[in-house]
Every structure is written in C-alpha cells, then in structure tokens.
C-alpha cells in the first residue's frame, strides 16, 4: 500500500460549551475519514480554533490555509463544511484559494465530490446554509438582547464588577449556563464588597490617577476581575467607561451602520435599571476627565513629575521632558528637565537645562504671585473674562463644525444606500467616510480643550491656587500636575547663562528665567 498522504485537521467551535460539535467529535470523524481514505493527519497538524466565530477568517486557519498555498501540504480536513466558515463569499474565496494552489478542502461528515458541477453546486449550497442558520442565530440574539436593552438590562446579562446578579440560576443540564429562577425578577445589586471598590475606582481616577496606578493598587489588594483575572490599566478604563457603576449601559450607537458593532467606538449611554454606587456629578467629572486626557499625550498621562507636559523651551519652543541623572554612590539622583528639541536633533539655538527643584521653586513662587494678583488686580479678571469668552466662542464654533461632519457622515450613508447600482466602488464610499471619522476625531479633542480653557477660565482660580499652595509638599506628582494644569497654560524657559558640560558629559543647570503663563492668558 502507498504511505498515507499527509493533511490538515481543521477543528472549529463557536462557543467550547457546545457538546454536539465538541472539538473531541470533530477529531474522531476527521480521523476515521483519514484512516478509511488513505490520509495521515500528525499530531503537529491538528489546526483548532476554540470559541472563534465563523462570519470571518480572522482565526488559525489562516496559518494552515498559507501552508497549502506554500505546497507544505495538499488538504485540510473539516468535520462539516459549516466549520470552515459561515459567510458564504469568504468561506468560497478561501477554497478558491486552497484549490489554485493546487490543494482541496474535504468534508469528513458531506461526501460531496468537489470534481464535478453538481458536487460544487452542493458545497455552495452548504456555505449559504451555513451562513442563514448563523443570520437566524444571530437575528434572534438580536432579539434578546433588544428585549432587554427595553428592559434596562445588561444586553448580554454578563457579570458587572461592583455588582452582584439575582434571579438567575445555574441550568442543571450546563452548569455554565444560567436560566431565570422561577417567580424571579432579574436585576444587578450594587456587591457589599466590590461596589465601594468600584465606587473607589471612580473616585480615584477623578483625583488623577491613571489606570495603571488604579491597576496596580488593585492587584496589591488581591482584588481580582470578574474573570478572575489581574488587573491591567485598559481593564481598569473598560470597566469605568462602561459607566455601569453610574447606571447607565453602554451600547452601540445605533444610528451606526458600521460592519464591526463590536470593535465600533461609536458608543451610547442610556440608563439601566440597576441601583449606581456613584453620583451623577462624579460620572460627570470622570467623563470630563478622560475627554482630557485624550488630549495629553500618553507618556503625561500619569506623569512621574508635577511639571511633566506643561514646560515648553522658549527658544524653539519645544516641550521640555524630565530626564533622571545617575550620580555618584550614596547620593539622591538628580532630575532634569531638557528642551527635547536638542535632545533629538541638537538644533535648538539655547537648548536649556534647568533642575527640577529649580524650576518647582521658580513655578511655586510666581503661582503665589498669581494669588496676590488674584486678589488686587481687576486687570487679571478682565483677562479671564476675556479669554473665556474666547474660548467659549471656539468651543461653540467646533460644536458647530462637529454636528456638519455629523450631518456628513448621515448623507454619506443616504447616499451609498440610495446608490447601490452605482459604477462607484465601495472602497470610494469607505475612504471618505474615513476621512470625514479622521476629521471628526480631530474637532472631537479641539473641542474638548476649548471646553476645559473655557471652564478654566470661567471659575474662580483662587481656591485651587490656595490648594495647590497649601499641598505643594504633600500631594502626589500625578494629583499635583493635574491642579496645576488647571491654572498653568504653559511654563516657558529661557536660558540666560553659557551652556556648559560635567565630567561625564552631562549638560549642567545653567541659570535661566522661567515664565508662568496662566491659562486665562495667551502664549507668549
């Protein structure tokens, strides 16, 4: 007998709790067709993709469909064709692909003969079977979860951390499934030991720490995830910007036609039914605080120093960065701020270095000027007033231009649906829709500067002036730079000495003058 001829076992279930296609069945059928048929498949070549949806080929597959277009191997063995996927052009696209390389894809459980007309017939037939009974799965989850979304419920009834879930029972046939308990109403509970945790989250983030000092308090704490899991700073902002803890479900903008719902950042709120561990204003406060944040750069979201973000060089006017020197043994190390100009390119024409003890006393002394001025100076209030009115003029202007790029997108969409027969391909549609999202994104974080400048510039300063003053020795970095970055546009330095280097080449402070430019005023 001639040796066996070597293959692939391609093994997929959408959900690992799925007993009738278990990932065990699957190998049994595709070993006996292979042991009956005269293939081999080896324990390397055994493709298995777990708990992965069949609507795209964004799986393992992929890896054994490029080892037959290489020549590696000739077939790939599927239980059912339906395990190969459930979109009928993608599924038939990928064997077109297999079969021009030379291979085939074989069904162990469909004796469909590919060879012939009515065999290939057959197996479309199967692909779009496969893809109706996912549309009609997928209609009636649709179904579901409308329902509860009519109900202020979680749409997928999935576990919320702070909240415990009453009225639901694990299903005696699936202890991982959950049926309603008879006589029960389904609701979330705020948990007596996770709700102030998550209440706390919330509040700390506010004060101005960043996910990942959230995460890592967390994890000290041996507080685990709803999974079990650690925590890790994206998990930390999931589950804030959820807003769950605040009463609301965060849902897919349904106005969205989008192809992707799932990794679709156009989001709504709209309020649950559950009891919230957290006021409105703090929801309020926390929103306000990340649209702030997206317009920092990601290094100076949790910044290491107070001044991180905010000091710029004021001969190039390039942003100034804190650089920690190694010094000699038993002694502190030393910080420095650098125009990051002359860093990169050594170009900028005065390229400063100022100690960050220097530049704190220079900032604490002019903020404490700024509170003398506060207090006897009409002139500052003239130019808060001024500059809020500005600002409120731009930010009422971006609002204007972010509701005609909404109104863009809308007729982009009219049209593309009122000219389907159209010559226009529909990469064209996709393009400027992009470009439309790309500028939208841009107003998006302009307006939300405008919003704080203005705010800034229309509150009372002096109370968080005193604040800062009063806890200059005692706040942490992060809390610190986020006061200041209420009061303080820009701190600018000039240097006004001769640069000069140290033994082991280090640039030495020199002496330079330090600007404070309040964020009522303009650059200067």
């Given at each position: 007998m001639a040796d066996p001829i070597p293959a692939i076992g391609y093994i997929r279930v959408s959900m690992k709790r799925e007993e009738m296609l278990s990932p065990q069945l699957q190998r049994t059928s595709i070993e006996q067709w292979a042991r009956v048929n005269g293939r081999r498949v080896a324990d390397s070549d055994w493709v298995i993709d777990l708990d992965a949806t069949g609507?795209?080929?964004?799986?393992?597959?992929?890896?054994?469909?490029?080892?037959?277009?290489?020549?590696?191997?000739?077939?790939?063995?599927?239980?059912?064709?339906?395990?190969?996927?459930?979109?009928?052009?993608?599924?038939?696209?990928?064997?077109?692909?297999?079969?021009?390389?030379?291979?085939?894809?074989?069904?162990?459980?469909?004796?469909?003969?590919?060879?012939?007309?009515?065999?290939?017939?057959?197996?479309?037939?199967?692909?779009?079977?496969?893809?109706?009974?996912?549309?009609?799965?997928?209609?009636?989850?649709?179904?579901?979860?409308?329902?509860?979304?009519?109900?202020?419920?979680?749409?997928?009834?999935?576990?919320?951390?702070?909240?415990?879930?009453?009225?639901?029972?694990?299903?005696?046939?699936?202890?991982?499934?959950?049926?309603?308990?008879?006589?029960?109403?389904?609701?979330?509970?705020?948990?007596?030991?996770?709700?102030?945790?998550?209440?706390?989250?919330?509040?700390?983030?506010?004060?101005?720490?960043?996910?990942r000092t959230i995460a890592r308090s967390l994890n000290d704490r041996a507080v685990p995830t709803v999974r079990g899991r650690p925590w890790s700073g994206r998990t930390v902002l999931d589950t804030l910007d959820s807003g769950f803890g605040a009463g609301y479900l965060r849902l897919h903008d349904p106005s969205c036609r989008c192809a992707g719902p799932q990794r679709c950042p156009n989001r709504v709120w709209v309020k649950g039914s559950h009891e919230t561990v957290i006021l409105d204003d703090q929801w309020q406060a926390y929103r306000q605080r990340r649209a702030e944040t997206l317009t920092i750069p990601p290094r100076h979201r949790t910044p290491v120093y107070p001044l991180s973000g905010l000091v710029r060089c004021g001969h190039c006017r390039a942003a100034m960065t804190g650089v920690r020197l190694s010094t000699r043994r038993n002694r502190p190390s030393e910080v420095q701020f650098r125009c990051g100009r002359h860093r990169h390119y050594a170009d900028c024409p005065g390229h400063p270095a100022v100690a960050l003890t220097v530049l704190l006393e220079a900032v604490r002394a002019q903020i404490a000027e700024i509170a003398d001025d506060l207090d006897a100076a009409a002139a500052v209030t003239k130019a808060r007033t001024v500059k809020a009115k500005d600002a409120r003029g731009l930010a009422e202007r971006l609002g204007r231009d972010l509701a005609a790029a909404d109104r863009k997108l809308v007729r982009l969409a009219l049209l593309r649906a009122q000219d389907e027969d159209s010559d226009l391909p529909p990469s064209s549609w996709l393009a400027a829709a992009a470009e439309v999202k790309r500028d939208r994104a841009r107003i998006e974080q302009q307006l939300a500067v405008a919003s704080r400048e203005s705010a800034a510039a229309s509150a009372d300063p002096l109370p968080v002036v005193t604040g800062v003053l009063q806890g200059w020795d005692t706040l942490p970095p992060a809390r610190l730079n986020q006061l200041l970055r209420l009061l303080i546009r820009q701190v600018t330095v000039w240097r006004t000495g001769d640069p000069a280097r140290d033994s082991r080449g280090h640039w030495l402070p020199q002496p330079v003058r330090v600007k404070v430019i309040p964020i009522w005023q303009h650059n200067a």
């Open positions: 609507r795209n080929f964004v799986r393992k597959v992929k890896g054994a469909i490029e080892r037959v277009v290489q020549g590696d191997v000739g077939e790939i063995i599927v239980y059912r064709y339906d395990r190969w996927g459930r979109n009928a052009r993608d599924a038939l696209a990928n064997v077109v692909r297999v079969e021009t390389a030379g291979g085939a894809l074989i069904s162990a459980t469909e004796p469909l003969d590919a060879e012939t007309a009515i065999g290939r017939y057959n197996r479309t037939n199967a692909f779009a079977l496969a893809e109706m009974q996912s549309d009609i799965i997928g209609e009636n989850w649709r179904g579901v979860r409308e329902h509860r979304i009519r109900e202020q419920l979680h749409p997928y009834g999935r576990k919320r951390f702070g909240y415990t879930r009453l009225g639901r029972i694990p299903d005696e046939d699936d202890p991982q499934r959950t049926r309603k308990e008879k006589g029960a109403t389904e609701r979330y509970v705020p948990d007596p030991e996770t709700g102030p945790v998550l209440a706390g989250m919330y509040a700390d983030y506010i004060r101005g720490d960043g996910g």
